[in-house]
């Protein structure tokens, strides 16, 4: 018996005994799985902060602000008086990445998301205005070459098992090269793949106009790929 082990950083994330009788398959078996672990251990040990609980530092505010404040390290939108709606955009760029926030919603009705890349798709977490239906999970594009603007393969079959509504919950969403991943609670719930947003772009947080609600983001984590 052999075995391959896989370290990151001196840490030890794999550890698989490999028979003789597996030869020179079962190694490659076992180095592809290792390698598919690395990454996704690798995404989740280097995430860090990109909001720093305190200050809207590195990320460019509307003007004039309706919707955005930060309470107790949390950044908060809510509804203005006047009802309209708004984005927070990063300063910077972001190509490929893991992202992951804890979101809480609540309102008469939700509707925001994360927007990313170039031009700029989202994640939508409430009920599209287009389709008025909750989509949350799926992939919205821009509208070119699907009407609907939520190409079936973008859309989230489950997320309903893995939401809690009205409470935290925690999305990750993977950029890798053309294809998107979205995961609800440590589920993956969607995932979705189109070369037109190959880009880099700022990373969005929507506030969408003429619905009275209050999101609250808060451990706004990042890991570039």
Known sequence: MRWITVYINTRKVMNHRISKLLGVRGLAAAVLLGLM????VAAGTNLAPIFNGTSFAGWKVPAPNHNWRIEDGVVVGETAEDMKGSYLWTE???GDFVLELDV???GEEIDTGVNLRKPNFQLQMG???SLQQDM???WMTD???DPTRYPESGRAKEWRKYFKPGAWNT???EARGTTFTAWINGHQVSQYTNPRYAEAGPIGLQFHDGLKMKLEFRNIRLAEL
């Open 104 to 106: 809480r919603c609540t």
């Open 37 to 40: 672990h690395v990454s996704v």
């Open 136 to 138: 949350t999970g799926s």
């Open 127 to 129: 009920v599209s205005r």
């Open 171 to 173: 999305f990750r969403i």
């Open 143 to 145: 509208g070119k070459g």
């Open 92 to 94: 910077k760029d972001y």
